[in-house]
């Protein structure tokens, strides 16, 4: 036994990459399909319809879009998944109309309907894997499902519209991203790119200033706007500033209202990665996936203490940026009123206004961060920026070249660590290092090719989503560019791989069906089944030819039934 292997902490034999239409697991390990858009949640909705994508009815009855983060819950003996649905793919989700523009309001409610969240009861079988179809768990949340906003911008002036003058009662969750959970059981959903579902059908209407920052414009991406006033802004100017936020969901109560927590920042959210400070106050980990954007955190202003009230934890504390020195140091600053001369109510509407006044370090897109349940330590992927140093976001601010953002030009992304001083999450400093540059060695040879730790065998881009494993380690998957060509050459398509953070060892795991990206990882209750969200693979995945693609989440297991992390 070699050296290196007897330090192994990887239970799997690396896999070689794949072009091809399907996914691979290393030797010993199998998977299959769990849950696919269009699957049925509900017995009503009736079997997936690959000429028309389903109806509206059975588009609220179904399994969602373009899965992404989850996580699994044990609910009285029952294990539930809840996991989103980012956005939608209108080609195949409207495949009779021409380019997948919706045509009428029904269009644009089966779109609303395909996105959001499922809470889903799973189960294994003889057949493995499979949806309890009509558990009484099973629920869907979409873009029209009633939320209550908290937190410091709940009841401002910024959050009221003529149809909710309260500003405390929101309707939908969208683009539901990354995802995280609480100590005390609920899910977290993560807004990303809210600003693609609104628009103005009034030409003359003049877009408000601080719109620009978002990156809401007169023309939305699925056009609700002309069929759906709420998202019109020349008639609802307000209703963008009710989305961007992170989002709890109780997974055992499907009555529950859903509650936008704004005391977390309004931005294009990733993720959020829960820990506990030593004191027992709740730490919450946020990246703003844009380029030039920022790296958050909040610190709860109470402890959480198992089994009392935890009502109020995610509404009052303290949200901070971070700030990257060059010599491997770092602060978190806070956004205080006095710090950014804004109200509390402002800074959690107009999060990026804040972060820039305090200079914040603009950062190449953070994606997923994960906290380390064995270490004291954290990471965030930042997936790529091929516009470092040359353009900032709209509104944004410069973005130099430096810290844990080294490549102008940074089409591979690369993996940033941090050590919290004390020990402590809740510390106001800390030390950074990159755990990982990725790179192509095989096309560069110069620093640019990527750390020590990357080589022609276990070679990726972008890296995006990420969780720990209970034994610690960091399972990284990907969002990139799958051509296999010229840079990317030698990557073949999306994977995902596993990394040692001790030393720093990376191997791959996964290989994803072309096209697609790998997003979302979870577990079951023993921990011998590994959940992996495919969203927007190519056909024929799952399916096969002549078949709409269809985003899925697979089930992974050992074939010797071994846990799988
Ligand atoms: Fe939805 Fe930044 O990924
Ligand atoms: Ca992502
Ligand atoms: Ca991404
Ligand atoms: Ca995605």
């Known amino acids: 036994v070699s050296a290196e292997a007897a330090t192994s902490r990887f239970a799997f034999t690396p896999i070689p990459i794949a072009t091809d239409a399907t996914v691979h697991v290393p030797e010993g390990y199998t998977w299959q399909v769990l849950a696919r858009w269009g699957d049925p949640l509900f017995s009503d909705a009736g079997e997936f319809d690959h000429e028309t994508g389903g109806d509206v009815a059975s588009s609220a009855r179904t399994f969602g879009e373009n899965t992404d983060g989850m996580e699994l819950f044990v609910v009285g003996g029952r294990q539930v998944i809840a996991v989103n649905h980012e956005y939608v793919n209108p080609k195949l989700n409207l495949p009779k109309n021409d380019g997948g523009t919706p045509a009428s309001a029904e269009d644009v ?32 949340i979409d873009h029209n499902t009633q939320m209550r906003l908290s937190g410091p911008a709940a009841g401002h002036d910024l959050l009221k519209t003529e149809a909710d003058p309260t500003g405390t009662a929101s309707l939908g969750t969208f683009n539901n991203c990354g995802a995280g959970r609480t100590p005390w059981g609920t899910y977290l959903t993560c807004e990303e790119n809210f600003n693609g579902y609104f628009g103005s059908t009034d030409e003359a209407f003049a877009l408000p200033e601080h719109y620009k920052r978002y990156g809401i414009g007169a023309k939305s991406v699925y056009s609700y706007e002309k069929f759906d006033a709420r998202f019109d802004v020349s008639k609802n100017p307000n209703e963008p500033h009710r989305a961007g936020y992170i989002v709890e969901i109780d997974p055992s109560d499907p009555a529950s209202v859903p509650v936008k927590r704004t005391a977390l920042g ?43 009230d935890t009502s109020g934890l995610l509404d009052e504390g303290t949200l901070s940026v971070a700030r990257f020195a060059d010599d491997g140091k770092g602060e978190w600053v806070a956004l205080t009123p006095e710090a950014t001369s804004m109200s509390a109510a402002e800074i959690a509407v107009f999060t990026r206004v804040a972060a820039s006044k305090v200079g914040a370090t603009t950062m190449d897109r953070p994606e997923w961060v994960a906290v380390n349940p064995v270490a004291v330590e954290a990471y965030c992927a930042l997936t790529n920026n091929t516009r470092r140093g040359v353009k900032p976001n709209a509104g944004g601010d410069e973005t130099p070249v430096g810290g844990p953002n080294p490549r102008a ?63 610690g380690l960091l399972w990284i998957q990907t969002d990139g560019e ?58 024929p995945f799952p399916d096969g030819d002549g078949k709409l693609a269809r985003s899925s989440v697979i089930a992974i297991k050992r074939a010797d039934n071994a846990p799988v992390g």
């Open 266 to 308: 309004r931005f294009k959210h990733e993720n959020a990665a829960l820990t506990l400070a030593r004191d027992g106050r709740v730490v919450v980990y946020m990246g703003d996936d844009e380029r030039g954007e920022f790296l958050y955190r909040f610190v709860s202003s109470g402890l959480y203490t198992p089994g009392a």
């Open 409 to 471: 030009e940074n089409q591979y992304g690369q993996i940033v660590r941090w050590y919290p001083d004390d020990d402590d999450h809740a510390a106001d400093s800390f030390a950074w290092d990159l755990f990982v540059m990725a790179g192509n060695p095989a096309v560069h040879q110069d620093a640019y090719g990527g750390s020590d730790n990357v080589n022609e065998g276990n070679m990726f881009n972008s890296p995006d989503g990420m969780m720990f494993d209970t034994t």
């Open 109 to 140: 409610r089966k779109l609303q309907n395909l996105q959001g969240v499922t809470v889903m009861e799973v189960a294994e079988g003889e057949d493995g894997w499979h949806i309890v179809v009509d558990s009484p768990l099973n629920r869907r």
């Open 482 to 539: 799958d051509s296999n060509e010229g840079d990317f050459a030698g990557q073949g398509n999306n994977q995902m791989l596993a990394g040692d953070p001790v030393t720093g060892r990376i191997e791959r795991f996964l290989t994803a069906p072309v096209g697609s990206e790998v997003t979302g990882l979870t577990w079951s209750a023993d921990r011998r089944t590994m959940f992996v969200g495919i969203q927007h693979p190519k056909a």
